[in-house]
């Protein structure tokens, strides 16, 4: 073992010193792997898969948000919301046939949450603790009817979404997914295949913001704000930032989300969707985008799982429905009361004790 | 009568409490002296139990009180006046002393508040001001006035003198002296200004480092040079 | 003009119900720091409660006092076993497990007794008052909800300025360590203060519900509205909880009848980012006291 990790360790080192090529590499060789479970998956798995892919991007970034940055945000259904408002008029327009119309509507959505992420993050940035919940909650509910009051943005029923058909995708991509996976592409896998495509993208882009200087600052914001203040960082800056990138996760969930579920109404968008990645993100552990990773799975898995349940156990479907949030809620007090640092933050405390119960004795200050 | 034995506490790793043993009597000043970090405070407040205790005693009237819960010490007639003064700065005056009335000693006849304005004239002058309004000494008689309200046996006082001008404190002082002598009371005075405590109290315990380094009369301990520039700055 | 007089008295009404909400908010703020954004939610369960006994014919007014029970239970029950464990730590935590709380039940409400909509009776009329010809814009069920909040209010004035209790409950908010040294159950209070100010929601549930249609969701507006009004008012004060709250009513009152009911919430946080902006503390808020 000593022997392979030495011949290896070489060859790794010179990747492994640039964060962004080995954030690349790791995320190849995790599409490679993604993409082969996809493609041997049902239609039902490929569906929540491609959910999963759309709830973690959002994750991510408010788990980036919250964990590192230090303000909590209760509002990225909202932006989540304009994320999948703003595609689906791309989409309306461009008439949403091909590829292209597909990543021009995506990037317009992740746009468009980048101004609204500056303009909410700017008062958001002089805001703490309870204030800033409850003012992004009362934007998680501002925001939706917004869709109910002007015509163009469809009212209560919505506005259907327009999708490239599979069929009609570049022939190189369907001789590539059928290479790799021996199955054609279909809706199902497209989308599954777009989400995890961007999931990884965005993943590694995190990341890298997460390992970079801008971080740095972020995290010294969030525990001495003082202190950082001292240092020369511009406190707001960072909050705004912070913010910003965490509302284009949100824009580019929402775009996704829009495409995958082919209709964008305000009913998609409550305050239980805000609470439901905040329940996301704290489950896996504030700051980290694994923990955001297990916490979008269990946003996609778990509402089927827990209706069957209720449904098992005599409840009516609306009934059995309202199984999931009082899951959600649950996790929520149970992850605050019990392990607050959320599975990845309570596995790490764990490994970092007992690493350091079987190292030799070391004086800790 | 109240005797603290081999009391220890910790705060963490850190032995803040090492051991501390002395008593204090009836009708008596001792004070408890000793430089920033010698466990002066936390020696009271782990007696009134906001600190937990590692080991040790504390027994009033014959009571022991070490693990007795901080809310019922005052219904035993301990009340501790705390570092900082502990005035509610946005009760007024009268809602102040009137809190500090509502858990007596038990077996105690209430306290009127007519009394505590006679002891302190200053307070009665601004009966209805909210406390943040006071000047630092007219709250350190406040507190004290708050404290008598429970009629106590024994009185904690941690650093009155903090923030006090000479003057003040001397008048401060030779009140407390009076009253422990008309109430007969116990009281226990933690002071870094050790002069102007030795020259009120009866006993001295000096502290260093959590541990009792000395404790013999007010006299004795005041014409010692030696401790005294030691341990007491002076 | 007849507008503006029926928007202006249905905003009274609301701001009312909207000022017992945040006094409620309030309530809980003094006494352990900490916005409980599951009132919402527990105000609408005891309503629920309400609701069932009035189904099987318990007098209205009976139900009533039992909804207030209710919340009063549940307020001390959640604030002993939930809330005690984070108060005082990060408030992140109490945020967060406030809204769980809000989560499960809402959702367990909706098991319990379905997401349809069911009416809810009025003790009185809640058809417009006229005068001769003219209706006015106000109902006797709106003139009761101002009453019954108007009570509330003196009740709670009461209580803390001139009863020993009232004494206790403020000084444990103001100094927890101090009130122990003097005596004070502080675990005590901080549980009474939830209770009441469960309580107190109850009513603002009742008062809603009253004349109208109820389901799991009925009380959720008040989540942001509540607390809009309650930081408004300045959170720490309960003049400015009544103040905010009337404020506000009036407000989303004109906005609802003059440009559009679906931008009142945008109103709601433009008032809140305003006052969070300019005057973080609220409307009301008491000077600084410095604690020495």
């Known amino acids: 073992m000593e022997r392979l ?361 | 009568m109240f005797a603290v034995e081999d009391l220890s506490a910790a705060y963490g790793p850190v032995k803040a409490l090492n051991g501390v043993s002395f008593t204090a009597s009836r009708g008596q000043v001792t004070a408890v002296l000793g430089a920033n970090g010698a466990g002066k405070t936390t020696l009271l407040r782990t007696v009134s139990g906001l600190v937990r205790s590692t080991g040790g005693s504390v027994t009033l009237n014959g009571k022991d009180i070490t693990r007795t819960a901080t809310e019922k010490l005052t219904s035993y007639g301990l009340s501790h006046v705390p570092e900082g003064r502990g005035v509610i700065a946005e009760l007024t005056v009268v809602e102040n002393l009137r809190l500090g009335g509502l858990h007596r000693a038990t077996g105690s006849e209430p306290m009127p508040i007519e009394r505590i304005f006679e002891l302190f004239p200053r307070l009665g002058e601004r009966r209805e001001a909210t406390a943040h309004m006071l000047s630092g000494g007219e709250r350190q008689m406040l507190v004290i006035g708050r404290a008598l309200m429970a009629r106590p046996t024994v009185l904690l006082l941690d650093e009155p003198s903090l923030g006090l001008a000479p003057r003040v404190v001397a008048q401060i002082f030779d009140l407390l002296r009076g009253l422990v002598q008309t109430e007969e009371l116990t009281v226990v005075l933690v002071e870094q200004n050790a002069r102007s405590a030795l020259s009120i109290a009866d006993h001295g315990v000096v502290l260093n480092l959590g541990k009792v380094v000395a404790s013999a009369p007010a006299a004795e301990l005041a014409a010692d040079e030696q401790l005294r520039h030691a341990y007491l700055g002076f | 003009m007849q507008q503006f007089l029926d928007t202006t008295l249905g905003g009274l009404v609301l701001g009312a119900v909207y000022a017992a909400f945040a006094l409620a908010l309030c309530l809980i703020w003094r006494s352990t720091r900490i916005v409980n954004f599951a009132q919402a939610a527990m105000a609408m369960v005891t309503t629920y409660i309400a609701l069932s006994l009035i189904n099987v014919d318990v007098p209205y007014w009976v139900a009533f006092l039992a909804a207030i029970a209710a919340g009063f239970v549940l307020g001390a029950v959640i604030e002993r076993v939930i809330i005690r464990p984070v108060e005082g730590k990060a408030e992140l935590n109490a945020v967060i497990l406030t809204l769980g709380l809000f989560m499960v039940l809402h959702g367990l409400t909706a098991i319990t007794f379905g997401v349809q909509h069911r009416g809810f009776p009025a003790p009185v009329s809640t058809s417009a008052i006229s005068v001769g010809d003219t209706s006015i814009g106000i109902t006797p069920f709106g003139i009761l909800t101002i009453v019954v909040v108007a009570v509330v209010m003196a009740g709670l004035v009461v209580l803390f300025r001139f009863t020993d209790l009232g004494l206790r409950m403020r000084a444990s908010a103001f100094n927890g360590e101090v009130s122990r040294l003097l005596g004070v159950r502080v675990g005590r209070m901080l549980t009474l203060g939830w209770a009441l100010a469960a309580a107190v929601g109850a009513v603002a549930g009742m008062l809603i519900a009253g004349g109208d249609l109820v389901n799991p969701a009925f009380m959720d507006p008040f989540v942001i509205y509540g607390f809009v009004a309650a930081v408004l008012g300045g959170l720490d004060s309960p003049i400015g909880s009544v103040i905010g709250g009337l404020i506000l009513g009036l407000s989303l009152s004109y906005v609802t009848g003059y440009v559009g009911e679906h931008l009142a919430p945008l109103v709601a946080l433009g008032i809140l980012m305003l006052v969070l902006l300019v005057r973080p503390s609220g409307l009301f808020a008491a000077a600084a006291a410095r604690r020495v």
């Open chain 1, 5 to 365: 990790s030495s011949f290896i360790g070489p060859l790794v080192r010179p990747v492994r010193s640039v964060p962004l090529a080995w954030h690349l590499l790791v995320g190849l060789l995790a599409f490679l792997v993604v993409a082969t479970v996809i493609g041997s998956s049902s239609q039902y798995l490929q569906t929540r898969y491609a959910e999963m892919a759309f709830f973690a991007i959002a994750a991510g970034g408010l788990t980036l948000l919250t964990g590192l940055s230090g303000q909590l945000s209760l509002g990225h259904g909202a932006l989540m919301a304009v994320g999948a408002y703003a595609a689906t008029l791309v989409l309306e327009r461009t008439g949403g046939e091909t590829l292209a119309d597909v990543f021009v509507a995506l990037l317009v959505a992740i746009a468009v949450c980048a101004v609204v992420g500056v303009i909410v993050g700017v008062p958001a940035a002089r805001l703490h603790g309870p204030y800033i919940a409850g003012a992004t909650l009362t934007l998680a509910v501002a925001v939706p009817r917004l869709a109910n009051q002007w015509e163009f943005l469809g009212g209560e029923q919505g506005l259907q979404v327009p999708v490239p058909r599979a069929a009609e995708l570049p022939a190189w991509i369907q001789d590539l997914v059928w290479f790799f996976t021996a199955a054609e592409i279909d809706q199902y896998s497209f989308l599954a295949y777009l989400g995890w495509l961007l999931l990884i993208l965005a993943f590694v882009a995190l990341a890298n913001l997460s390992r970079s200087r801008v971080g740095r600052r972020w995290r010294a914001v969030r525990d001495d704000d003082v202190s950082a203040e001292l240092a020369g960082i511009h406190l707001g800056r960072a909050r705004v930032v912070a913010f910003t990138v965490s509302a284009m996760c949100a824009g580019l969930a929402g775009g996704l989300m829009a495409m995958n579920v082919r209709l964008t109404a305000p009913g998609a968008f409550t305050i239980t969707l805000s609470l439901t990645l905040l329940a996301a993100v704290v489950l896996g552990g504030l700051g980290s985008l694994t923990g955001a990773l297990i916490g979008a799975g269990v946003l996609a898995f778990l509402p089927h799982f827990a209706t069957d349940l209720g449904e098992s156990a005599g409840l009516s479907a609306t009934q059995a429905a309202e199984v999931t949030p009082v899951v959600y809620g649950l996790v929520l007090m149970l992850v605050i009361l019990l392990a607050p640092a959320g599975i990845v933050g309570s596995l790490r405390l764990f490994l970092a004790r007992s690493s350091l119960g079987s190292s030799t004795k070391e004086k800790t200050t």
